[in-house]
Every structure is written in C-alpha cells, then in structure tokens.
C-alpha cells in the first residue's frame, strides 16, 4: 500500500511538472503574508496567473497593491507563505536560495525603477559587468555587448556614462545589462515611472523589439494606463487580488 501511495505521489508530480512545461510561468493559489506589529499582514491573497513564452505582461495596480511583493516571488527574492510558482517547469516554491539564486542568474533578468546602473562605468562597462556576473565566457563579451547595447538604440552612446545619459537612455542600459546574458523571463519593476510619456513609449518600442528578437517573456509592474494597450495580457491588482 506504501508503495502504491509512493508511486501515485510520484506520478502527480510528473503530471504537475508536465502541465507547468506548457507555461513559462504558472501561479497557483499564492498568498504572501508579513508580521507587522505582532499581527499577520496578508498581502498577495489567492493568486492565480500565468505567462506564456514571448509574452509582456503587465501587473497594473496602485502602491501598495502587493504587485512588488508578486514580481518579488516570482523572481525568487521572496518566497510565498502559500501555494505554488512554477518556472520553466521548476516547482520555484521547493527550491532553496541557492536553487533559486543559479535561475536567477542563468534564466532571469531584472529591471528596475531606478536604473540600477554603477555610475562610474560606462554603458558598455554596465552591460560587460552583467555578462561577467553570469559567468559568460569572456571571449563571447566584445560581440554580445556591441549587439545588446546596438538592440536598444544606443550604438552612439555606449562609452558614455550614467550621467552623461538621460532617463530614458538609462533605462536603456539597464535594459540591456538584463538582456545581456539570454535570459527567457525579464522582470521590470515600474521601468517608465521616471519617465516621461514619450520616453515610456520608447522603452515600450523596446520591450516589443526584445520580445520578438531574443523570444524573452516580459512580466512589468506599472500604474501608467497610457501603455496598457501594448501588453499581451493585464492583470489588475486591488489589495492583493486581481480583479
């Protein structure tokens, strides 16, 4: 009886683990909850969602929606309290931080609001620094800097520094630095916040040209309603739900 328990456990993962190999992405049932002066603060509660390869998705809500605390679980920086991720067919949720750390850096790249660029490099500094943390061999660098930094239009401005960039020249260069190293899923918290509307359009030409040319998916937190058309799918969060 014991093994016939073992075996049948055995074959609902294989099931689970097939069935999340459909999806680059698959959210089940996941809630995140904090202590917060001795008392539980529920902040996902019950999500359901999924990213499909080649994908931008967008996570539209307020501040203080919880849809940081969901990009933070779905890169591994944060574990939900409840329920299952599953990434490119990996049960996300078991892994350790170890586990989860190598995906990061092999499978993933962020985004974020404030550029995340070290000042004293140049671009071409910024996107090489990238490929040396992944591990890249260093003879592939010359080449895959060069296209990446060529891919979101900054060909003229590589050698500059961050404050000899603009924002959105910025936003630029980090979305190269995350690019760099062929990830399949990129995470970009509210990248045209600091951004004005023209400039948020750019870097939405941009994500749709990456899309297409390195079939990465992109999942984006935002409260901007001017770029909603662009994305493929919009998820609304209002106090930790979708709605």
């Known amino acids: ?53 080649r994908q931008l998705v967008m996570l539209r809500g307020r501040s203080g929606s919880g849809k940081t605390t ?48 070290m000042p004293l490099l140049s671009a071409w500094e910024n996107v090489e620094l990238s490929l040396r943390m992944a591990g890249t061999p260093r003879s592939e660098w010359k080449e895959r800097v060069a296209y990446c930094l060529e891919l979101v239009g900054l060909e003229k401005r590589m050698h500059h520094r961050p404050f000899e960039l603009s924002g959105g020249e910025q936003q630029r260069v980090a979305i190269a630095k995350a690019i760099a190293h062929k990830p399949i899923l990129l995470l970009a918290d509210e990248p045209t916040a600091e951004l004005d509307s023209n400039m948020s359009a750019q870097i939405m030409a941009v994500f749709q040209n990456i899309i297409r040319t390195e079939q990465v998916t992109i999942c984006m937190t935002t409260h901007d309603p001017t770029i909603l058309e662009v994305a493929d799918h919009v998820y609304e969060m209002v106090d930790g739900k979708f709605v």
């Open 1 to 53: 009886m014991a093994a016939t328990d073992k075996e049948n456990r055995v074959d609902e993962e294989q099931k689970d683990t097939e069935l999340h190999n459909t999806r680059l992405l698959s959210v089940v049932d996941v809630e995140r909850t904090f202590q917060a002066g001795g008392a539980p603060l529920r902040v996902l509660k019950g999500l359901h969602m999924e990213l499909m390869p």
């Open 70 to 117: 969901l990009l933070n679980c779905l890169g591994g920086l944060d574990t939900p309290s409840k329920g299952e991720i599953w990434f490119n067919g990996k049960p996300f949720h078991k892994l350790n931080d170890t586990e989860r750390t190598h995906i990061r850096r092999k499978e993933m790249g962020f985004i974020f609001q404030a550029f995340a660029l």
